[in-house]
């Protein structure tokens, strides 16, 4: 069985509190885009002398096979549904990792709707959301995947109705990493007037102005060319510009009529047009 996970960019992304649990409380809107995985999986039976494989191609994932998400995701089912057989997964990486675009998140939860699906578990939704946010905080918005407004770690999702089919969004991956926990530990927690789903209500060009990730700052002072991509971005026509989770993606949305002219530095990284 294959299935196809995708990518997500964060339309605006505040931090709001710092939590007892050690998290933070969120304010964003998550919105899919159609950048994919390619993800696969052959049951081997009960006989196989192992539990579980994987094969990766495509850009390269980091880490070992113990830290893959969709290892874990197996894992985490394996336990309460004893039932599942030895499988063997195969992972063809298209979207970057660690660039704030959620590939690795992505990856984790369609595992779990592709093994509730081919082995018949019978889990609802709203539960295997449950199973996904052990995975990671924004792991159960890729269980349901529609444009939401996210709210407590990333968990708390409420739709909301945006369509940017008639924009195009332009995606650059300078392959910088980015460390989560640095990102957090240099944020400055202020307080906002307008949610983020408030603001995206408005038309797109007043975004530049209201609709902020609030992990810029930190990331730019430590990576300037991220400030840069943004900029030129904006040079070459961008109604909004912004980067996506703790980065290291920047992405813009144009119109989509607009013939767009990326400059030397910025055709030197990795790039998608959506």
Known sequence: MVIFPNAKINLGLRVTAKRVDGFHDLDTVFYPLPLFDILEVISLGNNATESISITLSG??????????????????????????????????????????????SSDGAYMLKLLNEKFNLQIQDEILARYALQLGSDCPFFIFNKTSHATGRGEIMHPIELDLSDKKIVLICPGIHVSTAE???????????????????????????????????????????????????????????SLTGTGSTVYAIFEKNVTIQLTEPLRSFDSFFL
């Open 183 to 241: 990102a957090f530990s240099d944020i400055q927690i202020k307080e906002h007037m307008d949610t983020c789903s408030e603001i995206i209500k408005a038309p797109i060009a007043t975004w530049k102005e209201k609709l902020i990730n609030d992990f810029e700052r930190p990331v730019f002072k430590k990576h300037p060319v991220l400030a840069e991509i943004k900029d030129e971005l904006y040079h070459s026509g961008a109604i909004y510009a």
């Open 59 to 104: 850009k390269k994932v980091a880490g070992n096979i113990e830290s893959n998400l969709c290892f874990k995701a197996y894992q985490l089912l394996k336990k309460d549904f004893p039932q599942l057989p030895s499988i063997a997964i195969h992972l063809h990486k298209n979207i970057p990792m660690g660039a704030g675009m959620g590939g690795g």
